[in-house]
């Protein structure tokens, strides 16, 4: 069974301020991708960015960071010097080696604070 | 990047009648495509499979007939909603695997929002 739980409902921040948003996910398989999702107040969900289970690089992306931990199960993704435009729900999500669907976590709202 | 659209993007109905959402791969072939339903301020559920050629795979829980799904083409797979009650009122989104690859990213409709009166 495939699991991906996001603790932080709702986080508000000033901008300008870095913020982290945590990720766990449960999977019984050994080959899988996750992902990160935004999606802004007009719905549509926009791709950030998609990791297979092979590669626990950490990765930047201008002020994105995602750091994968497979010892902890977690895919946790930050935004530092947050801006008013990161102010959206954010998803985490996996996907089973093999399959396309993908298996969302609830969603972390966040605020950003002009 | 690859597209994704649906229509409409907005629909209101009175209960009892059916509602067809499209989804459209715009500039690559989709041989499967996704169908999710998202309820105000809740995650993601995926409803459906949805395979060119073939019967769609339902998730549990959700209604076949209920839920009617045709891929009519590589290009484009249609969700019916068949009589229609308040409770079916959600924001249904369709994914389609860009590139062909199986495990490529999931791209994303804008999403249709239903409201059943």
């Known amino acids: 069974a495939q699991k991906v739980t996001q603790a932080q409902t709702e986080i508000s921040v000033v901008e300008k301020e870095d913020v982290t948003l945590d990720c766990v996910y449960e999977?019984?398989?050994?080959?899988?991708?996750l992902f990160w999702y935004k999606q802004p107040p007009s719905g549509e969900l926009v791709f950030l960015i998609r990791r297979n289970s092979f590669d626990e690089q950490n990765e930047i992306s201008g002020r994105y960071s995602w750091n994968f931990q497979k010892s902890t199960s977690s895919f946790n993704f930050t935004i530092t010097a947050s801006q008013v435009v990161d102010s959206a729900v954010y998803f985490c999500?996996?996907?089973?080696?093999?399959?396309?669907?993908?298996?969302f976590g609830t969603g972390t709202r966040l605020t950003v604070i002009p | 990047g690859a597209v994704v659209s649906q229509h409409p993007s907005r629909v209101i109905c009175k209960s009892g009648t059916s509602v067809k959402i499209e989804c459209r791969s715009l500039?690559?072939?989709?041989?499967?495509m996704f169908w999710y339903r998202q309820f105000p301020k809740q995650s993601l559920m995926l409803m459906a499979t949805s395979n060119e050629g073939s019967k769609a795979t339902y998730e549990q829980g959700v209604e076949k007939d209920k839920f009617l799904i045709n891929h009519a083409s590589l290009t484009l797979s249609t969700l019916t909603v068949t009589s229609a009650h308040p409770e079916d009122s959600s924001f249904y989104i369709c994914?389609?695997?860009?590139?062909?690859?199986?495990?490529?990213?999931?791209?994303f409709g804008p999403g249709t929002r239903l409201t059943v009166l």
């Open positions: 500039d690559f072939q989709a041989t499967t």
């Open positions: 999500a996996l996907s089973p080696d093999g399959a396309n669907n993908l298996f």
């Open positions: 999977t019984r398989d050994t080959t899988y991708y």
């Open positions: 994914s389609a695997p860009g590139l062909g690859s199986i495990t490529d990213t999931q791209y």
